[in-house]
């Protein structure tokens, strides 16, 4: 265990060292942006758009169909 303990602590040195050495670099913002843009235009991002908006309009119609329900019975009951 104490092993492991020695590793974990030599790997956080390492990374901090390598940290502090890269502190100064910044990505240029030309790239960010193209970046962003083939990222945005990725069929993973655009599947990703897409089951979101799937489950947002399945829980929705779930809702609403619950809510349906809960009003007939209320209504139900006050018949009754």
Known sequence: ???V???NNELSQLEDQ???QLSYLTPDSRFVEDLRGRLVSSRV???RREIGAILV???SIFF???LAFSVVQLVKK???
């Open 64 to 66: 609403l169909g619950a």
């Open 18 to 20: 390598i940290a502090q």
């Open 78 to 80: 006050q018949i009754k």
């Open 5 to 7: 303990r020695t590793s």
């Open 57 to 59: 309009s399945s829980l």
């Open 1 to 3: 265990m104490e092993m």
């Open 45 to 47: 991002f655009q599947r």
